[in-house]
């Protein structure tokens, strides 16, 4: 009995470092979304003079699934559009969806809304690609660290579930 | 949306409670630093109970105007207005920026001007006879800003379509015609083809090969471009109907832009709008 209840603290720690290391790889994920994402939205605001509805419908159907959550959330709004400033809504729905960035990234990319249909396309256009250039700054330097937090978190989970088993048994 | 209803939506949230006293209103005034105003039969008012009125203020109508899209909007906010769904006008004042030498915006707006326009059916039944005795030859309307040029064009222009003249109109600012995803806002009759949103200048040319019209409608003659396409025009054969800011004929005449169309003798007639009262006088002159 006492093994089994130690292995299954074991499996539980284990699996705590798994979904750690899981979400530090689903992060590093989104901030390449989130470039992708303000790279699309940029030709379209930039390069085709879209509406910002127009816009958020084309990125819709385009964006990657990490950042799929928080368009579909500023479409869902889209009617609120004129009622509240933009900029309001893109920061609550920035914050309501993408949590798994970090304080920073989140207010780098609730700046940029202040920005976004505001002003003309090249002020937009330079604001955007300014964004994206953070975002893919903060991807690229995440990614090296990310495999080894992963196998840290991963392993620390194990370690401590090892050493609790064996305190156990 | 009815017309006031589209104005009120552009203002900031706390102040549509006014709507009631902006019932009638020609324009609505709003001033960074100064409480909003009215303009109601050409006088202009301060609305009473309302407080002053921001920068981020006049920002936010931009905003609205735009459906958070200032960019789609950017040709004519170097022009210096947007137009609105509805037929409503957005005039901007501020500061202006510039590339290469020429106006490319307007950054920190300082004033805008909510233009609501109003479609009166039935304002030219005391012209229209006179006007089209005999066949409805070029005309002239004249008379100083804000006493209603654009809603006595729009009116003439429903008649003489729905009259079956073949009537191409240069609707420049959208506020005749108010065309919003290729339909007109405002009735316009039945055989009116409308041309938004770019220089009289070239989209009379345009009207003029393009769809074949008997009358070429134009609102505010302003620029020697527009008198040209005028005098185009009416060498093609086609009458013309246009509006300019002018207190009468006789102040017209004066101006040294329209004096070639004077000596010229482009128009035959011309109607002169006169507020007295609050109220609206149309005269009809024939010009010799």
């Not at chain 1, 955007?128 to 992963?150: I, K, T």
Request: charge should be neutral; aromatic fraction near 4%.
């Amino acid at each position: 009995m006492r093994l089994f209840g130690a292995m299954l603290i074991f499996i539980a720690c284990s699996a705590a470092g798994a979904l750690r290391a899981a979400a530090l790889w689903k992060k590093v994920k989104t901030l390449s979304a989130v470039e992708g994402m303000l790279r699309i939205l940029s030709g379209e605001i930039c390069g085709r003079l879209s509406d910002i509805k127009t816009a958020l419908g084309v990125l819709k159907r385009s964006s990657p699934p990490e950042t799929a959550d928080f368009i579909g959330a500023l479409c869902g709004r889209s009617g609120e559009i004129g009622e509240m400033p933009f900029s309001r809504l893109w920061s609550e729905c920035a914050a309501q969806t993408l949590g798994v960035l970090g304080a920073d990234e989140l207010s780098e990319l609730c700046a940029l809304g202040t920005v976004l249909g505001r002003y003309d396309a090249p002020t937009q256009k330079a604001a955007m690609e300014n964004c994206a250039e953070y975002f893919r700054r903060a991807h690229a330097q995440a990614l090296p660290r990310v495999s080894g937090s992963m196998k840290a978190a991963f392993g620390a989970g194990a370690s401590l579930g090892l050493i609790i088993m064996i305190t156990l048994i | 949306m009815d017309d006031l209803a589209g104005a009120v939506f552009l203002l900031p949230g706390d102040m549509r409670g006014a709507a009631e006293a902006l019932s009638g209103a020609e324009e609505i005034r709003l001033r960074a630093g100064k409480a909003p105003s009215v303009l109601k039969n050409g006088e202009e008012r301060q609305i009473a109970g309302l407080r002053k009125i921001t920068s981020e203020d006049l920002d936010g109508v931009l905003e609205r105007a735009t459906g958070a899209s200032v960019h789609t909007a950017q040709s004519s906010i170097r022009n210096g207005f947007v137009s609105v769904p509805g037929g409503v006008r957005l005039g901007l004042c501020g500061s202006a920026a510039l590339r290469g030498g020429e106006i490319d915006g307007i950054r920190r707006l300082s004033s805008v001007s909510i233009r609501i326009p109003h479609e009166l059916k039935g304002c030219a039944d005391g012209i229209y006879e006179p006007l089209t005795d005999g066949g409805f030859k070029s005309t002239l309307i004249i008379s100083p800003p804000g006493c209603g040029k654009t809603t006595l064009l729009r009116e003439l222009v429903r008649r003489l379509s729905d009259a079956g003249h073949r009537v191409s109109l240069c609707d420049d600012r959208g506020e005749v015609a108010a065309v919003w995803d290729g339909e007109a806002q405002f009735d316009v009759g039945r055989c009116t083809d409308v041309m938004s949103d770019a220089p009289k200048g070239q989209t009379s040319v345009m009207l003029l090969r393009a769809m074949n019209p008997q009358i070429l409608a134009m609102d505010e003659i302003t620029a020697p471009a527009d008198v040209q396409a005028a005098e185009e025009a009416v060498g093609c054969g086609v009458q013309l109907l246009a509006t300019a800011h002018a207190a009468g004929t006789a102040d017209f005449q004066t101006r040294p832009l329209y004096r070639r169309l004077m000596e010229d003798k482009v128009f035959k007639n011309a109607v002169t709008i006169t507020m007295r009262d609050g109220r609206r006088y149309y005269t009809r002159e024939a010009l010799k």
